[in-house]
C-alpha cells in the first residue's frame, strides 16, 4: 500500500503572539528614546550631581533596550524557526 502524501500548513502566529511582539517593539522604542535623551542631558549638563543622575539614568535605560532587542531577537527567530 502507498500511503497519500499529506500537505502541511504553515502554522499561523497566533494574535497572543502578536500582541507581545507589538509590545516589545513598543517598549524597545520607549526606553530607545529614553537612553538617547537622558544620554543627550548627561553631555549637556554642566552641574556634577545632574551628570552623575543622568549617566546612571542612561546606562539604566541602555541595558533595558538591550534587554528588549534580545528578547525581540528571541521572538524572531522563534517565528521564523515555525515555518
Known amino acids: 500500500m502507498v500511503k497519500k ?22 517598549n524597545l522604542i520607549l526606553f ?3 537612553f ?4 543627550i ?3 549637556v549638563s554642566s552641574q556634577e550631581m545632574y ?6 539614568l542612561s546606562i ?3 541595558f ?9 531577537l528571541i521572538f524572531f527567530f522563534a517565528r521564523i524557526m515555525k515555518k
Not at 36 to 39: D, E, H, T
Not at 64 to 72: D, E, N, Q
Open 41 to 43: 542631558l548627561y553631555n
Open 64 to 72: 533595558l533596550v538591550i534587554a528588549f532587542l534580545i528578547v525581540y
Open 51 to 56: 551628570q552623575s543622575l543622568f549617566f546612571l
Open 32 to 34: 530607545v528614546i529614553l
Open 5 to 26: 502524501r499529506v500537505k502541511k500548513k504553515p502554522k499561523k502566529v497566533s494574535k497572543k503572539t502578536e500582541r507581545k511582539i507589538g509590545i516589545i517593539v513598543k
Open 60 to 62: 539604566i535605560f541602555g
Open 36 to 39: 538617547i535623551f537622558s544620554f
